[in-house]
T-cell receptor
């Protein structure tokens, strides 16, 4: 298995909803990442988990809450989002947080906040 | 902080060769990556350079000069399916930890 799987692929949510994005990999990678990508812009790093511990939080608002239940899973809990949070949310993983072997990206969750 | 620059758009003809440049300014440099991203899809890894020189992988090659803060991605024998955005990304480390930042991307259009 050489993939990063993200679910759901599409999500529409209201500003008062609570939802979660899920990411899974079975490559034995010990670092996992959340990125946010707006149209025609590069991905922007949100969070880094290394060995299941949060190592980087790029000043992301608290309405985004990451969780790493185990080395294969990464969640992003969403609450009280704003329309400007609509974007493609990408999960990525690498062998370790030094990026050994490159970063493998999931296909993303396209989020629309209404 | 980091500053990464790439041309916004490029156009080339099928079968030709194109070079996409990336310049960067960073401290604690620890690797440069190239990714391909088709519209609406996830980035896919193309190449990684951490030492000066050329890395060749089939139709794609990537070059790095650390002293000049410069890299390029060379695409040979262009195909229509190579139309995509090409993202340069720089990894660095400082006292606060690791950083991995994407450049703005270059949108390549391959014409018949």
């Amino acid at each position: 298995d050489t993939e990063v799987t993200q679910t759901p692929k599409h999500l529409v949510m209201g500003m008062t909803n609570k939802k979660s994005l899920k990411c899974e990999q079975h490559m034995g990678h010990r670092a996992m990442y959340w990125y946010k990508q707006k149209a025609k812009k590069p991905p922007e790093l949100m969070f880094v988990y290394s060995y299941e511990k949060l190592s980087i939080n790029e000043s992301v608002p608290s309405r985004f809450s990451p969780e790493c239940p185990n080395s294969s899973l990464l969640n992003l809990h969403l609450h009280a989002l704003q329309p400007e949070d609509s974007a493609l949310y990408l999960c990525a993983s690498s062998q370790d947080d030094r990026g050994q072997g490159g970063y493998t990206f999931g296909s993303g969750t396209r989020l629309t906040v209404v | 902080g980091q500053n990464i620059d790439q041309p916004t758009e490029m156009t080339a003809t099928e079968g030709a060769i194109v070079q996409i440049n990336c310049t960067y300014q960073t401290s604690g440099f620890n690797g440069l990556f190239w990714y391909q991203q088709h519209a609406g899809e996830a980035p896919t890894f193309l190449s990684y350079n951490v030492l000066d020189g050329l890395e060749e992988k089939g139709r794609f090659s990537s070059f790095l000069s650390r002293s000049k803060g410069y890299s390029y991605l060379l695409l040979k024998e262009l195909q229509m399916k190579d139309s995509a955005s090409y993202l340069c990304a720089v990894r660095s480390e400082d006292n606060y930890g690791q950083n991995f930042v994407f450049g703005p991307g270059t949108r390549l259009s391959v014409l018949p």
